[in-house]
């Protein structure tokens, strides 16, 4: 797969041929570990779909867009509407966080039993502790970090500078080039 860097020392633009066999290597080293143990109860979780992850970037890109947006009318002092506003855009930021976590349970196991209905689940959710919303958060960042590729060495042919490139698996990275 080609990829385009900057380098970061001389500004060049440079292409680079990243071997997806050494990505696959890593990836099939990884484990998904799809279980939190919060005390008597175990939530399974599973990944994120692609369309799902799409999603939640697409609407979390246009609320800090919105909160750019404001905190540059802050400045112009209309601070009553921005205040206002702020509040609604980390309500929305927090009730995607929530829907984030119902899509990512899968079940839940209880000493009586697995529970699959998603009702109850979202509920059981929506009354939670704050301990509970950290652990999940804890493992999601920890499996996606996971399964987040290793930055590629390259070097840069005209200046010869040593950097890092970052490589994130979507659709532009294999079919189309920036």
Same mark, same amino acid.
Not at 145 to 168: A, F, M, R, Y
């Given at each position: 797969?080609?990829?385009?860097?900057?380098?970061?020392?001389?500004?060049?633009?440079?292409? !680079?041929?990243?071997?997806?066999?050494?990505?696959?290597?890593?990836? @099939?080293?990884?484990? !998904?570990?799809?279980?939190?143990?919060?005390?008597?109860?175990?939530?399974?979780?599973?990944?994120?779909? !692609?369309?799902?992850?799409?999603?939640?970037?697409?609407?979390?890109?246009?609320?800090?867009? *919105?909160?750019?947006?404001?905190?540059?009318?802050?400045?112009?002092?209309?601070?009553?509407?921005?205040?206002?506003?702020?509040?609604?855009? !980390?309500?929305?930021?927090?009730? *995607?966080?929530? @829907?984030?976590?119902?899509?990512?349970?899968?079940?839940?196991?209880?000493?009586?039993?697995?529970?699959?209905?998603?009702?109850?689940?979202?509920?059981? &959710?929506?009354?939670?502790?704050?301990?509970?919303?950290?652990? &999940?958060?804890?493992?999601?960042?920890?499996?996606?970090?996971?399964?987040?590729?290793?930055?590629?060495?390259?070097?840069?042919?005209?200046?010869?500078?040593? @950097?890092?490139?970052?490589?994130?698996?979507?659709? @532009?990275?294999?079919?189309?080039?920036?």
């Amino acid at each position: 797969m080609d990829v385009s860097h900057r380098c970061p020392n001389c500004q060049s633009i440079n292409d !680079y041929e990243i071997d997806l066999s050494k990505v696959l290597e890593y990836l @099939s080293c990884q484990k !998904y570990d799809n279980k939190i143990d919060c005390g008597q109860l175990k939530i399974i979780i599973r990944p994120l779909r !692609y369309e799902e992850i799409t999603h939640f970037n697409i609407e979390n890109f246009k609320l800090q867009k *919105m909160l750019s947006q404001l905190s540059r009318l802050e400045t112009q002092g209309d601070d009553n509407g921005t205040i206002k506003a702020q509040t609604e855009i !980390y309500e929305k930021i927090a009730n *995607m966080q929530l @829907s984030l976590f119902e899509v990512s349970i899968e079940h839940i196991e209880t000493p009586e039993g697995a529970v699959h209905d998603k009702e109850f689940i979202n509920e059981w &959710i929506k009354n939670s502790d704050k301990e509970f919303f950290k652990n &999940i958060k804890l493992k999601l960042e920890k499996n996606k970090q996971q399964w987040d590729l290793p930055n590629q060495d390259v070097i840069c042919p005209e200046c010869k500078h040593h @950097s890092k490139i970052v490589i994130t698996m979507d659709q @532009s990275s294999f079919f189309g080039k920036n």
